[in-house]
């Protein structure tokens, strides 16, 4: 099986240039990465903002008939590079299923993602579909889903794997049921105020659920207390589950508040809080764990401050800069050999 994966790819514009890993990984000319776990073909976004180009599709028709396909997009693989690839799958038919895994790219909130015209047979994962473990965490899919309008929202779960349209609809549930609950309260607010009622109702309703000491590093007791999920549902989490519980209920197409993860050190221990960015132009910290309820500095106690959650929003908010394609082989040539004839009944 592995030498028939590896078939369409032997001489052609994705030829491989470099096999790893004991002959069951390579990478192309393109910089792309393959991997062969069973039947599951592992393909990896290559770095530094290169594309992948449309000519995928031929390798993967080529493909023996059992084979499953995981794109793994990487945190460096643009949303034009995402788009361009949904453009070639709704453009030419696949005959596989495949999964394109968004858990660890980046996404700006009002980004367009084009998955209206994407097959049913090509699925959107942001929870690490390989993984065979429930996903507990964050991604940036997560945020940009939840400003979805109720009828885009509608449309793009479709679109997901069964793990991750069961966590949109969650999240999705957690958002306007609290909304709806607290809704004449929150309408008669302005957005400082909007955030501090939050800010009140996760302190008095959920708790700390405690860390331990694992040689330097301070983690959670259960990786469930990082999200904001079973943050909310448990009603216990430690500080990135209770932020990302606080994100939950403002960053969404209801209150619409830009509110953003914020980690560094709280004196010797890492931690995680929350900046909202309102829209007089105020960037103002809430940090439920030691009750910084809405203000404008952070004090001494905190270091190794990263705004790394507002910068995937806002860096390259000038303008994106993608890699164009390489040549197609280093000695640039016009003319591209056909792909190869699938050779069900062979081995190589």
């Known amino acids: 099986m592995l030498e028939k994966i590896k078939c369409p790819f ?21 910089g792309i990465k393959y991997r062969v776990i069973d039947n599951t073909l592992i393909i990896t976004s290559p770095r530094e903002n290169q594309l ?27 949303t034009t590079g995402l788009n361009l690839l949904l453009e070639a799958f709704s453009n030419k038919e696949s005959n596989k299923n495949i999964v394109l895994d968004v ?29 065979k473990q429930p996903y507990f965490g964050e991604n940036a899919f997560d945020w940009w889903l939840l400003r979805k309008s109720d009828g885009d929202f509608s449309k793009i779960i479709n679109k997901l794997d069964t793990k991750s349209k069961r966590r949109a609809l969650d999240l999705q549930e957690m958002a306007l049921g609290f909304y709806l609950k607290y809704s004449d309260v929150l309408d008669k607010k302005d957005e400082l105020g909007k955030c501090r009622f939050v800010f009140s109702w996760i302190k008095h309703n959920t708790t700390f659920a405690g ?34 519980l606080f994100k939950t209920f403002l960053n ?39 009750s910084r309820n809405g203000v404008s500095e952070l004090g001494k ?7 790394f959650d507002y910068l995937r ?23 591209v050999p056909p792909l190869p004839k699938r050779r069900d009944n062979q081995e190589g």
């Open 211 to 244: 860390c331990q000491r694992v040689g330097d590093v301070t983690v959670p007791l259960s990786v469930e207390d990082s999200d904001p999920i079973q943050t909310y549902r448990r009603g216990m989490g430690v500080c990135t589950g209770r932020a990302r």
């Open 52 to 78: 992948i180009p449309p000519t995928i599709i031929d390798h993967i028709n080529a493909l023996p008939d059992e084979v499953k396909v995981v794109f793994n997009l990487g945190y460096d693989f643009s």
């Open 313 to 335: 929003n806002h860096e390259l908010e000038d303008g994106d800069y993608v890699r164009p394609l390489p040549p197609r082989n280093k000695e640039k040539r016009k003319i």
């Open 301 to 307: 106690c905190y270091s190794e401050v990263r705004h």
């Open 103 to 131: 858990t660890c790219m980046n996404f700006k909130i009002g980004e367009a993602i084009s998955l209206w015209d994407l097959p049913d047979n090509i699925k959107i994962s942001n929870t690490a579909s390989m993984s």
């Open 10 to 30: 032997r001489d052609d514009v994705h030829r491989m240039h470099e096999e790893r890993y004991g002959s069951r990984a390579w990478m192309d000319i393109y």
């Open 252 to 290: 969404n197409r209801y209150l619409n508040i830009d509110c953003y993860l914020m980690d560094g050190v709280h004196i010797t221990t890492a931690h995680e809080w929350n900046e909202v960015c309102l829209k007089n132009g105020s960037r103002l910290f809430f940090d439920i764990n030691f």
